[in-house]
């Protein structure tokens, strides 16, 4: 079985987007918002089907804190990085640690005021389930 991914791998994969993305932590989850979409990502140090149930969850809250002030209110997509093929579907979807990239940063979901909507939440700390944003982002110790 391989080796699960880490936040801190995430981390390094993630600081590799744009600068006009958005970044937040929560523990070891990230919440990446872009024109892309907004994204709840998490490894899956946990095991493949407890980190898919924990990033639905965090995204599932996510959303419903962003519907309090963002409209229309973006899909907070789940994603679990991973090294092992996913063998039974689960809530979230699961990528390849080389194919994050790829995943968070292709496409326009999203419009710049969404994602200025976003950040100011961020900024203010207002963003359940508590999301801290990361500028410039750090990676985890």
Request: net charge negative.
């Amino acid at each position: 079985m391989p080796s699960p991914v880490t936040a801190s791998q995430i981390d390094e994969q993630l600081l590799r987007l744009p600068s006009h993305y958005l970044v937040a932590r929560r523990d070891d989850a990230r919440l990446v918002v872009g024109p892309a979409g907004v994204f709840v990502v998490c490894g899956d140090f946990g095991g493949l089907e407890e980190a898919s149930e924990g990033a639905f969850e965090l995204a599932r809250v996510t959303r419903v804190s962003l519907a309090d002030t963002v409209l229309p209110t973006p899909v907070v997509e789940s994603v679990v990085v991973s090294r092992a093929r996913q063998s039974t579907p689960g809530e979230s979807l699961v990528v390849f640690l080389y194919l994050l990239i790829d995943l968070v940063s292709t496409g326009s979901q999203i419009d710049p005021r969404t994602v200025c909507e976003v950040r100011t939440l961020l900024l203010e700390g207002s963003l359940v389930p508590g999301w801290e944003l990361q500028q410039p982002l750090v990676q985890a110790a």
